[in-house]
């Protein structure tokens, strides 16, 4: 596309976006809180402890397990998890040509995941130079999804306005977090974790628009870009 505007903004988010992560992810923390003696199914994982951030997740644990975490517990999930992730983890299918059929729009990832996983990441699928500098956790800002902060202020460092944002996401929380940000949402179930039922959520919590792949949000993504309806105006 030649007409591509250049002060829009398309914003990623990226377990289960980019990074097809969420099933080796999971699995490590169902192990790992099984392992304090609360059985825990990849499922219950997902239910219980997905799209938060670290420290809501631990919260959550020890919630569950009704005692303070052992020491030393959030660096192990953590030692863990990355490595795992580093053993076995794969781009969420259809990626790279999404990536390649919009060169000129800006793009960012705004993520609930931890600066030094989403490096780690980004390293291990070869895609650092695809994203950076613009990649932000939601460590960053005061509150994680599904409160907009993270979005609003990945926005405001590229210096795009939230209306001339669209945001690629797979959870309900953060598409609630994308819309309570003013933006425009495509709720993507591509990743390997998505499960029935799943697009129905995203509607739910506010999607736009809902993609089954990255050649639908391709699509999508066209008519946002050429000022059809579905595009904001002004951008």
């Known amino acids: 596309m030649d007409d591509q505007p250049a002060n829009r903004l398309l914003i990623f988010d990226f377990d289960g976006v980019v990074a097809d992560s969420e099933v080796v992810a999971n699995d490590v923390l169902a192990e790992a809180v099984s392992e304090l003696g609360v059985p825990t199914s990849r499922e219950d994982s997902y239910k219980r402890y997905m799209g938060k951030r670290a420290p809501e997740v631990l919260a959550e644990i020890a919630r569950a397990i009704g005692r303070p975490l052992p020491e030393g517990f959030p660096e192990a999930l953590q030692e863990r998890t990355l490595a795992a992730l580093g053993k ?39 895609l650092r130079d695809q994203f950076r500098p613009h990649v932000y956790s ?25 209306s001339c944002c669209l945001v690629l996401e ?24 998505i499960q029935a039922g799943h697009a129905a959520r995203l509607v739910a919590a506010g999607a736009h628009h ?26």
């Open 210 to 235: 809902v993609a089954d792949s990255f050649a639908d949000a391709e699509a999508i993504t066209r008519r946002w870009l050429s000022g059809l309806p579905e595009a904001p105006q002004g951008c």
């Open 170 to 193: 797979d959870g309900p929380t953060g598409v609630e977090a994308a819309i309570a940000a003013g933006m425009t949402v495509i709720g993507l179930t591509a990743a390997s974790h």
């Open 138 to 162: 939601a460590s960053m800002v005061a509150r994680g999804k599904p409160a907009p902060d993270v979005f609003l202020y990945a926005a405001e460092q590229v210096g795009v306005a939230p």
């Open 88 to 126: 076995d983890l794969k781009v969420v299918a259809g990626l790279h040509d999404y990536l390649m059929a919009f060169p000129e729009p800006q793009r960012c990832i705004a993520s609930s995941s931890s600066p030094d996983r989403l490096a780690l990441c980004l390293e291990v699928l070869g």
